[in-house]
């Protein structure tokens, strides 16, 4: 019997791993340089925890059914989690709370699709109890941190205000709302034309859908339209977003991202309530989602017992598609580090000699990478392994007193 | 660099037609001793993939190409994430479903329960036929699917009907129709929100010639 790990299932292996957390390790230190702490949340939860707010699909869901808690499913994003974990905390001083994880999450293939991955590696930041322009900045700022450490060279920030949005929406009746939404948050300019929608109406649903392109264009485009007094206000507070973001950007930044305003950007479903926003990569190749994130304000108050609510803002690198577009580049490491010295006792009496001057290696200096020879191989045989192996230097080991040291 | 996925088959034609009107030029593909799968159009500003119909909004999906021509029947069967932008009007059929002449069936809730019925669409099939509350086996077939019901081993089909020639040479008879297709101009998501390399122009254009042409 041979066995197969399932389909979608991937193994890492030390190359794999050393890339990844090569990437990981230079986000992780720009979270912390930011003042964001990490948490680490149960990898099963409750399945309604996890779709309580409404952008989670039961079908995209790997679940498992347990006796005595009921339905139960592996995580497909951590916000629920944190959510969940972070509602009841939220109080006086312990806000806001800067929270960071680096995690896997699973999902269930799309129907249809063959050996789609079903485990991935995330890694992101949630901003609790800050609300307003600020706390959107830093948010957006802190990301843009990430992009630029890891020296990718040119990338898109996709803006847009779901919110906002979502009350443009509202000039169309309540009937047939749902799929004019639908057919923006899809770009399907055919199904939108072919609503039934009063020329006036379908002038504003073709208008919303590309509504999108540089950020003083947009705004204006926006203020053009009859807007009410909160439409004005959150008009006002993407401008003042927007400026404060290109200020941001035109001078510590050595790669600021090319900002597109997206008001098109929108999902089906009421989980955002303010910004959102996609990073996504630059010229060349494929182009790959490489984060996503946005605010959320009701969410915390889902899982509140009172149902209090605290204002969230939060992202999310998806780090596989970061790998893919990082490995051409050729900074990721190509080949995981060697070991320095290589210690080969030569008779079995010299065994505890050998451990020992292992040991004495190690103690000082605790970056050194020591590794003992096992085998009885010829001494050429050791030498040929330690070549291929990459070790500079091996100690040839009788006894304690007579240690032969080779550099290669 | 803009690049587009073009249809082998039917469709090439009338696709490399719209693309010529405004102003991109791919008839290579149309001379009989090309076999090259990639080509330049004449200005050297883009790029067309030659592909089969299925995997026009597969390369668009996938952002290897950003525009796609292909039929509205391959979108509602494969549902791929892709901006749907312009009924380019070109390419008319209908997805039917058809039975033998000489059947009993007359409608889809004719057919008895648990019918065979044999396509390529089974994603379609299924659907309408979920939709009727009527429980059939779907018989998937990658060709010449008007064998189905002449051989007996399905009570109908469900497949594209263009002029209706080929079900009367077979002795079929259409009885419903889901739905009917034109050719659409696609477009990858992400790269049609970033407008990179004058994306929305070349749409823009394609849209008002398709306006143009259209009867009024």
């Given at each position: 019997?041979?066995?197969?790990?399932?389909?979608?299932?991937?193994?890492?292996?030390?190359?794999?791993?050393?890339?990844?957390?090569?990437?990981?390790?230079?986000?992780?230190?720009?979270?912390?340089?930011?003042?964001?702490?990490?948490?680490?949340?149960?990898?099963?939860?409750?399945?309604?925890?996890?779709?309580?707010?409404?952008?989670?699909?039961?079908?995209?869901?790997?679940?498992?059914?347990?006796?005595?808690?009921?339905?139960?499913?592996?995580?497909?994003?951590?916000?629920?989690?944190?959510?969940?974990?972070?509602?009841?905390?939220?109080?006086?001083?312990?806000?806001?709370?800067?929270l960071y994880y680096n995690a896997n999450v699973f999902r269930r293939a799309a129907r249809g699709t063959f050996n789609r991955q079903q485990e991935f590696y995330q890694?992101?930041?949630?901003?609790?109890?800050?609300?307003?322009?600020?706390?959107?900045?830093?948010?957006?700022?802190?990301?843009?941190?990430?992009?630029?450490s890891l020296g990718l060279q040119s990338w898109h920030l996709v803006l847009g205000e779901a919110g906002l949005t979502r009350s443009l929406l509202s000039a169309f009746p309540e009937d047939i709302r749902p799929q004019v939404r639908e057919a923006i948050a899809h770009l399907d300019r055919l199904r939108l034309e072919s609503l039934p929608l009063s020329p006036q109406l379908r002038e504003r649903a073709l208008l919303l859908l590309d509504l999108r392109g540089r950020p003083e264009d947009v705004i204006q485009q926006v203020s053009a339209m009859d807007l009410n007094d909160s439409q004005q206000q959150a008009l006002s507070n993407l401008k003042s977003l927007v400026d404060l973001l290109q200020e941001s950007f035109a001078s510590p930044f050595e790669t600021p991202p090319l900002l597109v305003?997206?008001?098109?950007?929108?999902?089906?479903?009421?989980?955002?309530?303010?910004?959102?926003?996609?990073?996504?990569?630059?010229?060349?190749?494929?182009?790959?989602?490489?984060?996503?994130?946005?605010?959320?304000?009701?969410?915390?108050?889902?899982?509140?017992?009172?149902?209090?609510?605290?204002?969230?803002?939060?992202?999310?690198?998806?780090?596989?598609?970061?790998?893919?577009?990082?490995?051409?580049?050729?900074?990721?490491?190509?080949?995981?580090?060697?070991?320095?010295?290589?210690?080969?006792?030569?008779?079995?009496?010299?065994y505890a000699a050998a451990f020992a001057h292992a040991r004495a290696l190690q103690t000082k200096d605790s970056l050194l990478r020591v590794e003992m020879e096992l085998g009885e191989r010829s001494p050429d045989d050791v030498r040929k392994f330690a070549g291929d192996r990459r070790i500079k230097q091996i100690a040839w080991v009788r006894s304690a007193e007579d240690i032969v040291v080779e550099t290669l | 660099m803009l690049t587009v996925a073009l249809p082998k088959g039917s469709l090439l034609e009338d696709s490399i037609r719209t693309l010529k009107a405004v102003g991109l030029d791919f008839s290579a593909f149309l001379d009989p001793k090309n076999r090259q799968l990639e080509i330049w159009d004449t200005t050297h500003t883009a790029k067309a993939l030659l592909v089969r119909n299925y995997d026009v909004p597969v390369y668009v999906e996938y952002g290897q190409a950003q525009l796609g021509i292909i039929g509205y029947d391959v979108l509602r069967e494969k549902q791929p994430r892709v901006a749907h932008l312009v009924d380019l009007g070109f390419g008319r059929c209908r997805l039917s479903v058809a039975v033998k002449a000489s059947s009993p069936y007359r409608s889809a809730l004719d057919l008895p329960p648990h019918s065979r019925i044999a396509s390529k669409f089974v994603n379609c099939a299924h659907e309408y036929f979920e939709r009727l509350d009527l429980p059939v086996e779907i018989v998937p077939l990658y060709g010449s699917v008007e064998l189905g019901p002449i051989t007996g081993m399905s009570e109908a089909i469900v497949d594209l009907v263009a002029t209706g020639k080929t079900l009367k040479e077979n002795h079929l008879m259409e009885i419903e129709q889901l739905f009917e297709s034109t050719a659409r101009l696609i477009a990858h998501p992400l790269s049609y929100r970033l407008n990179q390399n004058g994306l929305k122009d070349v749409i823009e254009k394609i849209r008002h010639t398709v306006l143009a042409a259209a009867p009024q």
């Amino acid at each position: 019997m041979v066995y197969q790990p399932p389909v979608g299932a991937k193994d890492l292996f030390p190359l794999d791993v050393a890339q990844k957390r090569w990437i990981e390790e230079r986000v992780q230190q720009v979270f912390h340089r930011w003042g964001y702490h990490r948490m680490i949340t149960s990898t099963l939860e409750r399945l309604d925890t996890l779709m309580a707010g409404g952008a989670v699909q039961r079908s995209t869901v790997i679940q498992l059914q347990d006796r005595e808690e009921g339905e139960l499913g592996l995580r497909p994003e951590l916000t629920a989690s944190i959510a969940r974990a972070a509602a009841t905390r939220m109080t006086g001083s312990s806000s806001p709370q800067r929270l960071y994880y680096n995690a896997n999450v699973f999902r269930r293939a799309a129907r249809g699709t063959f050996n789609r991955q079903q485990e991935f590696y995330q890694a992101g930041v949630e901003l609790l109890g800050g609300g307003g322009v600020l706390a959107d900045a830093e948010v957006l700022l802190l990301l843009a941190d990430c992009i630029v450490s890891l020296g990718l060279q040119s990338w898109h920030l996709v803006l847009g205000e779901a919110g906002l949005t979502r009350s443009l929406l509202s000039a169309f009746p309540e009937d047939i709302r749902p799929q004019v939404r639908e057919a923006i948050a899809h770009l399907d300019r055919l199904r939108l034309e072919s609503l039934p929608l009063s020329p006036q109406l379908r002038e504003r649903a073709l208008l919303l859908l590309d509504l999108r392109g540089r950020p003083e264009d947009v705004i204006q485009q926006v203020s053009a339209m009859d807007l009410n007094d909160s439409q004005q206000q959150a008009l006002s507070n993407l401008k003042s977003l927007v400026d404060l973001l290109q200020e941001s950007f035109a001078s510590p930044f050595e790669t600021p991202p090319l900002l597109v305003l997206d008001l098109s950007l929108i999902q089906t479903f009421d989980y955002y309530t303010g910004i959102v926003f996609e990073v996504i990569s630059g010229s060349g190749g494929e182009r790959r989602v490489l984060g996503q994130g946005g605010r959320y304000d009701q969410l915390l108050g889902l899982y509140h017992p009172q149902r209090q609510t605290c204002p969230g803002i939060g992202f999310v690198l998806n780090i596989e598609e970061l790998h893919q577009i990082l490995l051409p580049t050729g900074q990721l490491p190509s080949q995981i580090p060697a070991s320095d010295w290589l210690v080969v006792p030569t008779t079995p009496q010299a065994y505890a000699a050998a451990f020992a001057h292992a040991r004495a290696l190690q103690t000082k200096d605790s970056l050194l990478r020591v590794e003992m020879e096992l085998g009885e191989r010829s001494p050429d045989d050791v030498r040929k392994f330690a070549g291929d192996r990459r070790i500079k230097q091996i100690a040839w080991v009788r006894s304690a007193e007579d240690i032969v040291v080779e550099t290669l | 660099m803009l690049t587009v996925a073009l249809p082998k088959g039917s469709l090439l034609e009338d696709s490399i037609r719209t693309l010529k009107a405004v102003g991109l030029d791919f008839s290579a593909f149309l001379d009989p001793k090309n076999r090259q799968l990639e080509i330049w159009d004449t200005t050297h500003t883009a790029k067309a993939l030659l592909v089969r119909n299925y995997d026009v909004p597969v390369y668009v999906e996938y952002g290897q190409a950003q525009l796609g021509i292909i039929g509205y029947d391959v979108l509602r069967e494969k549902q791929p994430r892709v901006a749907h932008l312009v009924d380019l009007g070109f390419g008319r059929c209908r997805l039917s479903v058809a039975v033998k002449a000489s059947s009993p069936y007359r409608s889809a809730l004719d057919l008895p329960p648990h019918s065979r019925i044999a396509s390529k669409f089974v994603n379609c099939a299924h659907e309408y036929f979920e939709r009727l509350d009527l429980p059939v086996e779907i018989v998937p077939l990658y060709g010449s699917v008007e064998l189905g019901p002449i051989t007996g081993m399905s009570e109908a089909i469900v497949d594209l009907v263009a002029t209706g020639k080929t079900l009367k040479e077979n002795h079929l008879m259409e009885i419903e129709q889901l739905f009917e297709s034109t050719a659409r101009l696609i477009a990858h998501p992400l790269s049609y929100r970033l407008n990179q390399n004058g994306l929305k122009d070349v749409i823009e254009k394609i849209r008002h010639t398709v306006l143009a042409a259209a009867p009024q």
